[in-house]
């Protein structure tokens, strides 16, 4: 037993030194960081202590970005975790013919890049030529500013990435509802369940662990999808309405140069995000079924 | 037999360990490839934006100068986007050699970035070009590109002037004279409202890029000032009644439904479309709009404030040198003196719509003087230039932060969720804490 030791460490290395290199080396930096402040050109940085960390505690623009980002969370929840899995119980169980179809059609976007789809939604939404104002104009109303008004932006945004994230996560969840044990089913059709008590007791059970993955992953990763479209369109705006944590770091770290607040900020946003897995992990986890 | 394999795997994971460990390291670059001096030109012309133009006069120099290559790299986003790339870029110590930087950001390159002082570069080693800059340019057009000290930080390439391109067959629907535009902001005001309740399409657009150019020529066309010097400090001065009546005149056409408040593709996308009668940007993109079109467009100079003076900011980029050694400097020089020639500056001209920098091209047979000629919409920009003033440049390492507090503003300004003379007041507050 203790001969295998020393090959599985090696075994471990390469996964360690990229973790080590490329996660918690940039990591303790920005920490560093954070501590200075610094343009990132100038040969000096000076040294101001915990000053970044008051100004941001203090400041407004972190309860606006806490906000936005609650928001950016909320509507990506809807569109990349209600939604796939809806679909993908649709997908699995009710619809009997053309699945490949279904299947290849909603998975699509999902290989278009954002920039692209930031581009083609660009279009759709223009208020005074695009289609969906077209689409408006038909029922006699005229079209809101989608990337101009405080919460539509939000939405606006969201939908891009929905639109490109959903069939990933529809795939992903698809997998799950397939390997329901079809049993399990039949017995509860034999005694006149109804679908959405099948889905209730039998399908989200089983279903759990894979759910929590596309929950958690549409939590942490949807924000990071959304820096590019907000990035390529409104640059934070409309009067930082569509700013969030994630953003917040790159416009003070690269729009603005002050890289000591930036970093101040990632740091609090690292927090945050940690907060978060530590109350999925007290609560979620604990209801999950796992096979084994 | 088996052991011996277990240990060559494990000699193979950490052969592989390493080489991952080695594969990060920085291939040098070499400066000369062969004998040819490469140089790298960043510039913001996207395909719509000339960029056309600005392949061709780079294949045009390397064909005639074979010892030197350019390579170009466009920039999205602007002059801003092309700043923060070059600061990303020299922070790891990779710089451009020739970049086109904005006027708005003269203060903050000269004071945090490290350029090549030019003049001094022509005095030390190509003393034949030491006239090159006084002989080919007006003071007040090389006085653009001189910090306030009068330190000469670049050579003057693009210059623009904010317009007003309009739809003459919109105008023609509502009732308006194609032949007769606004002429003074409340002509604007009046059209933008005939033209929407007349035919029901958008009346006015003005631009809103990620800075405050056309802006800035509205406040100060009507008496107002972007900022101010006070015992030696930059502060807000954008603050005043005259700024803030500029900016709820457009305010109220954007509440009235006849101005429209969107990002810039959106706007510009319904102007093309025939969507929108009129839209206040540069003349810059007069080449564009005139191939995308489906209508004759036509451009009217900015309009006037009744009984004030116009003032308009020179729009557009000078060229600045960042090569380190002197066979890069060198080649960056020659370049430059390519790109500043009458026949280069023609072309450039023709492909996007800028103005150019020196005297002696409107007249040049060869080039723009038949160009002015023929389109009328040229000679509506170039009557305007006699007005230039500096676009405002705000200093010291916060400048760009204040550039966004304006950007913000602007969205709660036209928004309507504020009067401009609260909002402006409030922001000139929280910029002068900053700057």
Not at chain 1, 46 to 70: P, Q, R
Not at chain 2, 419 to 424: G, R
Request: charged share 20%; net charge positive; proline share 5%.
């Amino acid at each position: 037993m203790q001969k295998a030791r020393i090959p599985a460490l090696f075994f471990l290395l390469p996964a360690a030194v990229i973790f080590l290199i490329f996660f918690y080396w940039p990591l303790a930096q920005n920490l560093y960081l954070s501590f200075f402040q610094w343009n990132m050109v100038s040969p000096q940085m000076k040294f101001v202590g915990i000053a970044n960390y008051l100004e941001v505690l203090g400041s407004m623009e972190l309860l606006k970005n806490l906000g936005n980002t609650l928001m950016f969370i909320i509507v990506l929840l809807i569109l990349n975790f209600l939604l796939p899995y809806l679909y993908s119980y649709i997908l699995g169980h009710l619809v009997k013919k053309y699945n490949f179809f279904y299947r290849s059609a909603l998975f699509l976007p999902s290989t278009i890049s954002l920039a692209v789809a930031s581009i083609l939604f660009l279009w759709i939404y223009n208020p005074l030529a695009g289609p969906l104002s077209i689409i408006l104009s038909g029922f006699g109303l005229e079209s809101p500013r989608w990337f101009k008004e405080n919460i539509l932006v939000i939405i606006a945004l969201s939908t891009i990435i929905g639109w490109k994230v959903f069939g990933y996560n529809l795939i992903v969840m698809l997998a799950a509802m397939v390997a329901v044990p079809k049993e399990m089913i039949e017995a509860a059709k034999l005694e006149n369940a109804s679908d959405w008590l099948i889905f209730k007791k039998i399908i989200l059970p089983m279903t759990a662990p894979t759910a929590v993955y596309v929950f958690t992953i549409t939590v942490v990763f949807g924000l990071q999808y959304v820096l590019v479209p907000v990035n390529m369109l409104t640059q934070g705006g409309p009067d930082q309405g569509s700013s969030n944590l994630v953003y917040i770091v790159y416009q003070y770290g690269f729009i603005f140069f002050q890289t000591g607040k930036a970093a101040a900020f990632a740091i609090l946003t690292m927090l945050a995000y940690g907060a978060f897995l530590l109350l999925k992990n007290k609560y979620l986890d604990k209801r999950i079924h796992y096979e084994n | 037999m088996k052991s011996w394999k277990k240990t060559l795997a494990v000699i193979c994971v950490g052969a592989m360990t390493l080489a991952l460990a080695g594969c990060g390291a920085d291939n040098t670059k070499k400066v000369s490839d062969g004998g040819k001096v490469k140089i790298e030109y960043w510039h913001v012309a996207s395909e719509s934006f000339g960029g056309t133009t600005v392949k061709e006069l780079v294949a045009d120099f390397n064909k005639t100068h074979p010892n030197i290559e350019v390579v170009e790299k466009y920039n999205p986003d602007m002059y801003k986007g092309l700043t923060q790339n070059l600061q990303a870029a020299m922070a790891s110590g990779k710089n451009p050699d020739v970049v086109q930087m904005g006027w708005s950001y003269l203060n903050y390159a000269a004071e945090n970035l490290k350029y090549t002082d030019i003049p001094k570069m022509i005095n030390e080693k190509v003393p034949a070009d030491k006239d090159f800059l006084e002989k080919n340019y007006l003071p007040n057009v090389l006085a653009l590109a001189q910090t306030d000290d009068g330190k000469q930080i670049g050579i003057p390439y693009s210059v623009s002037v904010p317009v007003l391109f309009y739809n003459p067959e919109v105008f023609e629907k509502a009732g308006l004279d194609p032949n007769n535009p606004p002429k003074t902001w409340a002509e604007v005001q009046k059209a933008a409202k005939q033209i929407k309740e007349k035919t029901g399409i958008m009346g006015f657009f003005m631009q809103e890029y990620a800075d405050n150019w056309a802006q800035q020529a509205l406040i100060e066309s009507n008496g107002g000032k972007m900022l101010k010097k006070e015992n030696g400090k930059t502060k807000a001065a954008f603050d005043s009644p005259e700024a803030a009546d500029a900016y709820q005149l457009l305010a109220d056409m954007v509440k009235d439904g006849s101005g429209l408040h969107a990002t810039n593709e959106e706007g510009f996308q319904a102007y093309l479309s025939g969507k929108l009668g009129m839209v206040c940007t540069t003349i810059g993109k007069r080449a564009n709009f005139e191939k995308s079109a489906k209508f004759k467009v036509m451009v009217a100079p900015f309009p006037v404030f009744d009984g004030k003076q116009l003032q308009v900011p020179a729009g557009g980029n000078f060229l600045m040198v960042f090569s380190k050694d002197d066979a890069k400097q060198k080649a960056a020089w020659e370049f430059i003196k390519y790109l500043e020639s009458p026949a280069a500056l023609a072309k450039w001209s023709t492909g996007t719509g800028y103005l150019p920098p020196r005297k002696d091209v409107e007249q040049d047979p060869n080039g723009f003087k038949k160009m002015i000629e023929e389109n009328k919409n040229i000679q509506a920009a170039l009557s305007t230039m006699p007005n230039l003033v500096k676009w405002a440049s705000f200093p010291g390492a916060n400048g760009l932060q204040a550039e966004q507090m304006l950007i913000d503003v602007r969205d709660v300004i036209l928004s309507g969720k504020q009067t401009a003379a609260e909002a402006l007041h409030t922001t000139a507050e929280k910029v002068n804490s900053i700057l």
